[in-house]
């Protein structure tokens, strides 16, 4: 099947920066497209950013011009640049990807998550 594996959280100190990556692997032939998500405590999941493959990308207003999605097609990654981090941002970040498997199926993956800690 198909695995993603996120890396990269941590805490930081409001106005800080982190980069976030995960990592596809797998029975991938595709993949359409790969984003982000966060879910914050007693929140719901909620859509960060994501990129399709021709390049176009889509944000959530409370991350446009902080956050940025950028995608590396050879190696099956897609990567988030998180600047001016707020404490509002702490959450557990979680990678998805729309993939067509060899097998021709097409589905939606998620990886584990990544805790970003925003705090003084």
């Known amino acids: 099947q198909v695995q993603l594996v996120e890396s990269g959280g941590g805490l930081v100190q409001p106005g800080g920066s982190l980069r976030l990556s995960c990592a596809a692997s797998?029975?991938?032939?595709?993949?359409?497209?790969m984003g982000w998500y966060r879910q914050a405590p007693r929140k719901q999941r909620e859509l960060v950013a994501y990129?399709?493959?021709?390049?176009?990308?889509n944000y959530a207003d409370s991350v446009k011009g902080r956050f940025t999605i950028s995608r590396d097609n050879a190696k099956n990654t897609v990567y988030l640049q998180m600047n001016s981090l707020q404490p509002e941002d702490t959450a557990v970040y979680y990678c998805?990807?729309?993939?067509?498997?060899?097998?021709?199926?097409?589905?939606?993956?998620w990886g584990q998550g990544t805790q970003v800690n925003v705090s003084l």
């Open positions: 998805n990807a729309r993939v067509k498997t060899r097998s021709l199926r097409l589905g939606d993956y």
């Open positions: 797998g029975s991938i032939l595709d993949i359409n497209a």
């Open positions: 990129i399709i493959s021709g390049g176009s990308t």
